[in-house]
């Protein structure tokens, strides 16, 4: 994903690389732990966080409601992705409204995202040589343009630069931390000492180190934060096809999860089954109302917002799975999740 970029390259140009290389650097420990926690015990139980979370103490009706949270953290992601396919598209042909675009890109997923998962990983396997090739081509064109002008040294490093750069980032990696969860829960259990550290490492570090990094460099030679708008100003129509095909396999992948998220939250609560096709489409309308509202432009201020929710919830699941049930032998001593043994 180019959020990635845009997340290292608006710290960047905000308190300056090294803040932005530090705080990335400590988010991905920090996510590095919640990965390995997290694959731990979704293998061993067979869970995802939703159910890890029904039974860390919040619940059947708690768990539900929690699922908001992780439903908003996708919609959040879908209004970014959303908006950097638009924010290309729009560099390469500025006469079309930008709302229009907004519009049609948030739409453009709906049918992509109608049959479930299925297509999402036939995206996944197609997109990522494309993805890799479409990255060394900007790098190529972003660093042979000419950097005698660029500083890394801009910004100072002090207390107050690194809290809100940090909340942010923590954001981010505390989601992709659990998000390893969805996938490692079909493991086999003699792979699961491997898998944590193999999910660290791509999920974690390749994400925000190395990609995020790499953000950080290429916003200060092109002194823009936003990979859309570079991407189409360097390679063209190229760059509007890499960031379109590219950000159309991250954002399915959001309007799954969240139209899921939002499914058991409806289904459970409000006991309204209409189907998950519905939740895709208000997730698409949802989509609409961020991206037009200008989300891109509050990037940090909307991490740091939704960041407060969601590492309170991870440190209430981490406190009863490394403390409450193994230290104080409170609860059940291993994961309930079902319905009947719980309140």
Request: proline share 2%; aromatic share 12%.
């Amino acid at each position: 994903s180019v959020f990635a970029f845009a997340l290292g390259g608006t710290i960047a140009l905000a308190y300056g690389f090294w803040v932005a290389m530090i705080t990335l650097t400590i988010g991905s420990i920090v996510g590095t732990g919640i990965a390995i926690v997290i694959t731990q015990v979704s293998a061993s139980y067979g869970l995802d966080v939703d159910l890890i979370t029904r039974g860390s103490g919040y619940g059947f009706l708690g768990s539900a409601i929690t699922s908001l949270i992780w439903g908003a953290i996708f919609l959040m992601y879908a209004g970014f992705e959303a908006s950097f396919m638009a924010s290309a598209f729009h560099t390469q042909w500025p006469g079309i409204d930008i709302n229009i675009v907004y519009v049609v890109m948030s739409l453009i997923i709906v049918p992509i995202n109608w049959y479930g998962f299925i297509v999402n990983d036939l995206l996944q396997r197609i997109t990522w040589p494309l993805f890799l090739i479409g990255l060394v081509w900007l790098m190529i064109k972003v660093f042979s343009s000419g950097g005698s002008h660029v500083s890394v040294g801009t910004g100072a490093v002090t207390f107050s630069a690194l809290v809100p750069a940090m909340a942010a980032v923590l954001t981010s990696c505390t989601t992709q931390g659990m998000l390893v969860g969805d996938w490692s829960r079909f493991m086999r259990k003699a792979d699961i000492g491997r898998a944590k550290w193999i999910a660290a490492l791509v999920a974690i570090w390749l994400t925000f180190v190395v990609e995020g990094g790499l953000g950080a460099a290429m916003s200060l030679f092109t002194k823009n934060a936003n990979p859309g708008i570079y991407a189409a100003s360097l390679l063209g129509v190229g760059g509007v096809l890499w960031i379109l095909i590219t950000q159309l396999r991250i954002n399915n992948m959001n309007y799954y999860s969240s139209s899921l998220a939002l499914a058991n939250f409806s289904s459970r609560i409000l006991r309204w089954v209409p189907g998950r096709n519905i939740w895709v489409i208000a997730t698409a309308l949802i989509t609409i109302g961020t991206t037009t509202g200008g989300i891109l432009n509050h990037l940090l201020n909307v991490l740091t917002f939704l960041g407060i929710f969601l590492l309170a919830w991870m440190g209430t699941l981490f406190a009863d799975i490394l403390v409450i049930k193994p230290r104080l032998k409170i609860g059940f001593p291993y994961i309930e999740h079902r319905r009947g043994y719980l309140t």
